[in-house]
């Protein structure tokens, strides 16, 4: 059975930084490229990043590029974002997904297979 879980998450004030991990079992993340989305109050699921299987490329959402870092160990079997510079509108429940479908690295939703239950990050203004 597989297991996302995420964790690193809590209430900091704006310019903060946190990190957020997320931790797998019963799969091996080395097979599928990964990503991390949000979720804010009343809205969507937003794409925030995502890592190719052997973490030689990433991409990131427009409003996250140049503060999140994604990164991935494979050893591990783990897959962190490095989030610096928080802003009140980084506030969501924030959730980890491995991809095995997509051939580099997808910033779609449907195309990741499994999900971790969701880690909440709060930033004060």
Partial sequence: QVHLVEFGGGLVQAGASLRLSCAA?????????LGWFRQAPGKEYEFVATITRNGDMTSYA???????????????????LQMNSLKAEDTAVYYCAADR?????????NE????GQGTQVTVSS
């Avoid at 050893?75 to 962190?80: I, Y």
């Avoid at 479908?101 to 939703?109: C, T």
């Avoid at 990741?112 to 999900?115: A, H, Q, R, S």
Wanted: aromatic letters at 14%.
């Fill in 62 to 80: 427009d409003s996250v590029k140049g503060r999140f870092t994604i990164s991935r160990d494979n050893d591990q079997n783990t897959v962190s």
């Fill in 25 to 33: 079992s019963g799969v091996m993340l080395s097979r599928y490229a």
């Fill in 112 to 115: 990741y297979e499994y999900w």
């Fill in 101 to 109: 479908m997509s051939a580099v690295y997808s910033d779609r939703l």
